[in-house]
């Protein structure tokens, strides 16, 4: 282990409580950091599945938070990995309720969660300490920050005595930045003098990004486009004239995949596992999906697969006044997602008038998420924005060739399919620049018509599922950011 101490603080980590890709990078990412060496360790909020999955021992050590919330105790466990130390913060008052990380059983989201999340910020500013540090022998030399919910952490240490260890920022989705009204200040035990433009401060609103943001002390988000997309209007939420400023201490790095978790050629979900040498097992998995779905049985017919959340981000809007035209190029769809109810409804009804043919599974479910990834030929993922997006990823390691719009992530790792790339044996997939309807469904024919080549088509799958997207190199480039602060 190397002397570098991080620690790793975010409100979702895979198994234990996950809502999007948030989650699966809390858990790959310190994992692969810490082969490369680095003492990371991760601090989680107490909910109570994170409670019950890890029953971690506790602690002395009692932490008060925020003004007129309970004390909260730190309790040390592991992550279900076995290897990756966890810090979870025990305070019942602000997280042991039903529902998710975010929203109670409705959907709507907790009225309190700038209490719930800046006091996971303190408690993270605190860890920094070494009076704190010195009862859990461990001392962090770097904070990383995940998204709103963590980005208080540099505020609260611009407001503590001591040094502090250096913070470093990640965002993973611009448009969450947790903005509250100006009376959560002084609730968060902040002074007014952070309220301002040069602060918390946010159109006479705070936000917990504008102020991580303004005070960490390096910014990185999860895709080199997605950092230059993000200092223009149309991405940056009214803050990209902040991030422009800050450009030279922004960094985008790719976000990498759990390749053991995706790995087509062992994959407990599927009935049949295959490889780039052999890909004749893809077929026995559409059938099976087929089956599960209540599709027509045709292993003949493309199926286009979509595993998302069901929101304007994710291009619903884009793909529900084509998808009757999709079918009738003789296609089948099946989406697995939940989210925004009238995206939901309108999915299930051309599902309902279109039986055998459209599939719409609402809920979360990782099992079939991975049988779709391995029994669809197409992945689709026609999204307004994608800070980085794994889904594409996963396609192309299951050799199910993504469409995608030439946004943030997507971007980044789909080389779209031309002559030339072709030639070249670059080409993974099917790569579109407008936001509108037309010009998805004409990709999709694009598309189809050379899915009837089945060894072009074969070809297509082969480059997806050769490319490397495991997180060694993106752990590097964190690793190489993190010593900078050190040198
Ligand atoms: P985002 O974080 O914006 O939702 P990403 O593509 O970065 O999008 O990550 C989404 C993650 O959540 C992927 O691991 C995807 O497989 C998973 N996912 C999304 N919706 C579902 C669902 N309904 N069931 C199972 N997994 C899902």
């Excluded at 979870?88 to 529902?99: N, T």
């Excluded at 997507?410 to 407008?434: I, N, R, S, W, Y």
């Amino acid at each position: 282990m190397s002397n570098l101490r991080v620690l790793f603080v975010t409100p979702e980590a895979y198994p234990l409580v996950k809502t999007g890709g948030l989650g699966d990078v809390s858990a790959a990412l310190p994992a692969a950091l810490r082969q490369l060496g680095v003492d990371v360790r991760l601090l989680l909020p107490g909910y109570p599945d994170v409670l019950d999955t890890v029953r971690p021992a506790y602690t002395d050590l009692t932490l008060p938070l925020l003004p007129g919330i309970e004390a909260a105790q730190l309790r040390v466990g592991l992550m279900p990995d076995g290897e990756t130390p966890l810090y979870v913060l025990d305070c019942p008052q602000l997280y042991a309720r039903p529902g998710t990380a975010y929203h109670d059983s409705e959907g709507k989201e907790w009225a309190d969660n700038d209490l719930r999340f800046g006091a996971l910020s303190k408690a993270a500013a605190l860890l920094g300490k070494a009076e704190i540090a010195q009862h859990l022998d461990f001392r962090p030399d770097i904070i990383h920050c995940n998204d709103w919910q963590t980005a208080l952490v540099p505020a609260y240490q611009r407001y503590m005595s001591g040094v502090h260890p250096y913070t470093l920022l990640s965002i993973h989705n611009m448009a969450f930045q947790g903005v509250f009204g100006a009376q959560s200040v002084p609730a968060l035990g902040l002074p007014w003098e952070s309220f301002s433009l040069y602060g918390l401060e946010y159109y006479g609103l705070m936000s917990f990004l504008k102020g991580g943001l303004y005070y960490a002390d390096w910014i990185s988000t999860v895709s080199p486009t997605y950092a230059e997309e993000i200092q223009t209007a149309e991405f940056g939420y009214g803050l990209q004239g902040l991030l422009h400023q800050r450009h030279s201490q922004l960094t985008g790095i790719l976000n990498g995949i759990d390749t053991q978790h995706w790995n087509p050629t062992a994959d407990p979900h599927l009935v049949s596992p295959y490889s780039t040498h052999d890909l004749s097992g893809k077929r026995q998995n559409k059938i099976h999906l087929q089956a599960r779905l209540g599709l027509q049985a045709n292993p003949n017919l493309p199926l286009l697969g979509m595993i998302s959340r069901l929101t304007q981000q994710k291009g619903i809007d884009l793909l529900l006044p084509v998808l009757r035209e999709i079918i009738a190029e003789g296609a089948q769809v099946a989406i697995l997602g939940s989210g925004d109810k009238t995206f939901e409804k309108a999915l299930c009804k051309v599902a309902e008038d279109l039986p055998g043919l459209v599939s719409v599974t609402l809920g979360y479910d990782e099992s079939l998420a991975h049988q779709i990834e391995a029994g669809a030929d197409i992945f689709l993922m026609p999204s307004r924005f994608e800070p980085c997006g794994l889904n594409q990823m996963y396609s192309m390691r299951y050799g199910t060739v993504p469409i995608v719009r030439r946004t943030g992530g997507l971007a980044d790792t789909v080389v779209d399919t031309t002559p030339l790339t072709l030639d070249a044996g670059t080409a993974t997939g099917f790569v579109f620049e407008h936001s509108d309807p037309a010009t998805l469904l004409k990709t999709v024919q694009q598309a189809l018509l050379l899915y009837r080549y089945p060894d072009t088509w074969q070809q297509l799958q082969r480059n997806g599922m050769q490319r490397d997207f495991g997180w060694t190199q993106s752990a590097q480039q964190y690793l190489a950011l993190y010593q900078q602060f050190l040198d």
